[in-house]
């Protein structure tokens, strides 16, 4: 087999490149998915019957939450798995496709950190293809890393710290080509005018997609991730989940949101617009070599000193992200954008550097 050739997927071959114990296990049975009828009285589950909006344990598979998601974006709810924010899926598919001590996965830096902490976690090499300096895939690169011990290739788009989206024919052409499960992180879909490629997820059995309610949604306290993958992963999720893993009142929280899109959006469309504000702005100051153009929440950017820049924002109370250490990112700091307000702080802050 070459990295050229399509891979037909069956629901046998998918199979096999789950970790046998993860296959066989007998997941933990909670007190709430025990019995079947309607509740009146519930003394099923040690709780304090008192009722202060948090006495009950929360639906373990947040149903309404993932009926509201698969209403919003056309996907069956048995498609969908919530986790404590997506970072509590990465684990998981870490943990499901790769022996610990033998297998390896496949990630394009610099992007989002979690990949390799939890290759580290489960005792699985990280194996690392740098982006090329525009932030695009090398493609015949990573493809030449493909081998019988790659259980899982993570690509992010768009891609966090770089801001770009990849191209969709290049990552279909590795959907097809990897012989592993391939996990697409949309985080930032929210912010993008590209496609996700949630509709085609009936095309990819080796697929998975993970959004956030952190970003676009701005509930990054609340700790909402999903996975939208084929039943049979999904199944495999809630295997090894952990009984409770969303809390109540992020189910609630959750909820209220996505009954209210709109609002979401006009606020997604705020930043977008402070975005781009950013980068006209920053683009005219002498301390600034390059903005990476983005159609996320956050922009790159390299500067003359990133390091003087860094420690003069933070002296007046100004956070950003350096991104310097990370490849293909020297000089680089990651700027996201806030409040009009705040942002005006921001470059009044870089203008007066720009006066030293
Ligand atoms: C690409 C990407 N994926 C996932 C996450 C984490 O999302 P969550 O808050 O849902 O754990 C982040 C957060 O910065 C991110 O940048």
Redesign the pocket.
């Known amino acids: 087999m070459t990295a050229t050739e399509t891979i037909s997927w069956t629901p046998e071959k998918i199979r096999e490149l789950v970790r046998p114990n993860i296959l066989t296990l007998k997941p933990y049975s909670s007190a709430r998915s025990e019995f079947k009828g309607v509740a009146e009285v519930l003394l099923d589950a040690n709780e304090s019957p008192f009722d202060n909006g948090v006495n009950r344990y929360p639906d373990p598979l947040a149903t309404a939450v993932r009926q509201a998601i698969g209403g919003l974006r056309n996907v069956d709810p048995e498609r969908i798995m919530l986790?404590n924010?997506?970072?509590?899926l990465?684990d998981y598919v870490t943990r499901i496709f790769c022996h610990p001590g033998r297998d390896a996965v496949l990630a394009l830096p610099p992007?989002?950190g979690?990949y390799k902490v939890a290759a580290g976690i489960n005792d699985v090499e990280f194996r690392a293809v740098n982006l090329l300096p525009d932030f695009t895939i090398p493609v015949d690169q990573l493809k030449g890393a493909f081998d019988d011990k790659t259980r899982i290739l993570w690509l992010?788009s768009p891609?966090?710290p770089s801001g770009n989206a990849m191209d969709p024919a290049v990552m279909e052409d590795l959907i097809r080509t990897f012989p592993g499960i391939v996990v697409l992180?949309e985080?930032?879909i929210d912010f993008t005018p590209e496609a996700s490629f949630l509709p085609r997820l009936d095309e990819f059995p080796n697929l998975i997609i993970?959004q956030?309610?952190?970003?676009g949604w701005g509930m990054?306290g609340a700790?909402?991730?999903m996975a939208f993958a084929s039943e049979f992963i999904i199944t495999m999720m809630k295997a090894i989940k952990p009984p409770y893993n969303v809390n109540v009142i992020s189910q609630e929280r959750a909820l209220a949101a996505l009954q209210r899109p709109e609002v979401m959006q006009a606020k997604v469309n705020t930043l977008i617009g402070e975005r781009k504000r950013l980068a006209r702005e920053l683009d005219s100051l002498a301390c600034v070599e390059y903005i990476f153009p983005s159609v996320t929440n956050f922009l790159l950017v390299r500067f003359q000193d990133s390091a003087a820049v860094y420690q003069f924002l933070l002296d007046r109370g100004i956070v950003v992200r350096n991104q310097s250490y990370q490849p293909n990112a020297e000089n680089c700091l990651r700027i996201t954008a806030g409040l009009p307000e705040e942002n005006d702080r921001l470059l009044a802050a870089l203008r007066e550097f720009d006066a030293q």
């Open positions: 986790g924010g997506s970072d509590e990465v992007t989002f979690m992010c891609n966090n992180d985080a930032y993970t956030t309610m952190s970003k990054a700790r909402v991730g």
